[in-house]
């Protein structure tokens, strides 16, 4: 199983932009990708995912705002967050599914806070 660290999160100002990174130990050439984010007293939600073709769905909280890539050569994804609001304020974490695997694996999470 590929491990997964995410980084990029922090503190930034409404209407400002982040990007969060999803580093893999290994390859994700075969992997489908995801963001999902927690805000306190919330449920998990999935904010974007991403095929193995590169295909990208978001959530409809997010769509115009995150663009959502990867690079399979440096088994990262990317998160890019743009006109950040209040209610982004959330912990974000990466997952990876292995096409054709119910086996899924979580990062650690990282933090990002919207200041209105």
């Known amino acids: 199983q590929v491990q997964l660290v995410e980084s990029g999160g922090g503190l930034v100002q409404a209407g400002g932009s982040l990007r969060l990174s999803c580093a893999a130990s290994?390859?994700?050439?075969?992997?489908?990708m995801g963001w999902y984010r927690q805000a306190p007293g919330k449920q998990r939600e999935l904010v974007a995912s991403?095929?193995?073709?590169?295909?990208?769905n978001y959530a409809d909280s997010v769509k115009g705002r995150f663009l959502l890539s990867r690079d399979n050569a440096k088994n990262t994804v990317y998160l890019q967050m743009n006109s950040l609001e209040a209610e982004d304020t959330a912990v974000y974490y990466c997952?990876?599914?292995?096409?054709?695997?119910?086996?899924?694996?979580w990062g650690q999470g990282t933090l990002v806070t919207v200041s209105s």
């Open positions: 997952n990876a599914r292995r096409v054709l695997s119910p086996v899924v694996v």
């Open positions: 290994g390859s994700i050439a075969s992997h489908v």
């Open positions: 991403i095929t193995s073709g590169g295909g990208t």
